[in-house]
């Protein structure tokens, strides 16, 4: 006589598939992924649907961001445009990779583009090559300094450079 949950060792040998213990947990199994699933996905929590409200503007920007002369300024102020256009990046990839931006976030993001090029095109028409390279060294320098970084905080009250 068998019993439920084992699994007689001559049937076994002639009939493929799973456990009769295993089958009868596999619903439970799968209601537990779910309810996981489930849970880990109401605790995950999108940024609020205006938060490039809270990103600094433009001007804030230029005037907040100094260094040690024009040219350090300069190129701190495009490393800071780079990582608030990226920050608006990797929001909205998190939100949908294929989905398009909001509104705001191309009118923002279009905004610290648009001062990046235009700092690097003035620099350009004032400047010798070998200075426009040394400029493109150290603005790079500051894109991927991560203490430069650290400093910084898009949501903040105030930059903290």
Do not use: C, W
């Given at each position: 006589m068998e019993t439920i949950g084992t699994v007689n060792p001559a049937a076994a040998k002639d009939s493929p598939g799973l456990p009769l213990?295993?089958?009868?947990?596999l619903p439970r199994i799968l209601v537990a992924a779910l309810l996981c699933f489930l849970c880990a996905?109401?605790?995950?929590?999108?940024?609020?649907?205006?938060?490039?409200?809270?990103?600094?503007?433009?001007?804030?920007?230029?005037a907040e961001i100094k260094g040690s002369d024009l040219t350090d300024t300069l190129a701190r102020q495009i490393a800071v445009f780079t990582y608030l256009?990226?920050?608006?990046q990797r929001i909205k990839y998190n939100r949908t990779v294929t989905g398009p931006y909001t509104p705001e976030e191309q009118r923002v993001m279009g905004s610290?583009?648009?001062a990046r090029y235009q700092i690097s095109q003035?620099?350009?028409?004032?400047?010798?090559?070998?200075?426009?390279?040394a400029f493109g060294h150290l603005e790079g320098k500051y894109e991927f300094d991560t203490a430069f970084n650290c400093g910084f905080s898009p949501n903040r009250s105030r930059i903290l450079l």
């Open positions: 213990r295993v089958l009868f947990q996905a109401s605790f995950a929590q999108p940024p609020g649907p205006n938060y490039t409200a809270d990103m600094p503007s433009v001007d804030r920007v230029k256009s990226a920050y608006i610290y583009d648009l003035d620099y350009a028409k004032s400047h010798t090559p070998a200075e426009i390279e």
